[in-house]
């Protein structure tokens, strides 16, 4: 985690400051794989628990025995069908075969080009396919990228955890959540690690 963001958060806020005492530093190492595999794997993600989740993308994983992960062109190759056997839903597989066929063409950004692309610009850039909301990007910025200034505001356990954490009666409402965040920048993203924290515990 970097220093810098954990100091100021604990200077900033003393309330979220209190919180993070007592949870300590939380690792936080970005995942640096394709901006592909990372989008398939936030697409999986999207409204399950993180266990179900990952057992659907082990099982993904599994079709494609001769790799590490598919590229788009071996995605493409298996039928919807198949995804959806693994556990996908038809809109998941639909979507993931969109995907695919996305990167091939060249309008996605691959890893390399997203360091000359502000956060804004590649939320603009992959919400335009299908399936791709604001949540899954934001998902790639944090955990593959690495960017130091997200707070995933319509994230429910980033809600809930919130809700914790400065002990409200009710579950907060997503422009409540960036309205206070504010005071967060240019570090929303560690906020954002220990809300998910809160929830957790």
Request: hydrophobic share 40%.
């Amino acid at each position: 985690m970097n220093p810098k963001a954990y100091n100021y958060l604990l200077k900033c806020d003393p309330v979220l400051g209190r919180f993070m005492k007592q949870v300590d530093r939380i690792k936080h190492k970005p995942r640096g794989i394709s901006c592909f595999a990372s989008l398939v794997r936030a697409i999986t993600c999207q409204q399950l628990s993180g266990r179900a989740a990952e057992t659907i993308f082990t099982r993904f994983r599994a079709l494609f025995t001769d790799c590490e992960f598919p590229t788009p062109d071996q995605v493409l190759k298996i039928d919807p069908e198949t995804l959806r056997r693994v556990g996908l839903s038809r809109p998941k597989a639909a979507y993931i075969h969109d995907l695919a066929s996305q990167m091939l063409s060249g309008a996605l950004p691959e890893l390399a080009e997203t360091e000359s692309l502000s956060d804004d610009e590649i939320v603009t850039r992959l919400t335009a396919v299908k399936g791709i909301g604001r949540w899954t990007v934001e998902m790639l910025l944090i955990f593959n990228l690495g960017r130091p200034d997200v707070l995933p505001i319509h994230d429910l356990s980033i809600r809930k955890g919130f809700q914790i954490v400065f002990n409200k009666r009710k579950l907060p409402e997503p422009l409540a959540i960036e309205r206070y965040g504010e005071r967060w920048r240019p570090y929303r993203t560690t906020a954002s690690l220990y809300l998910w924290r809160a929830c957790e515990d």
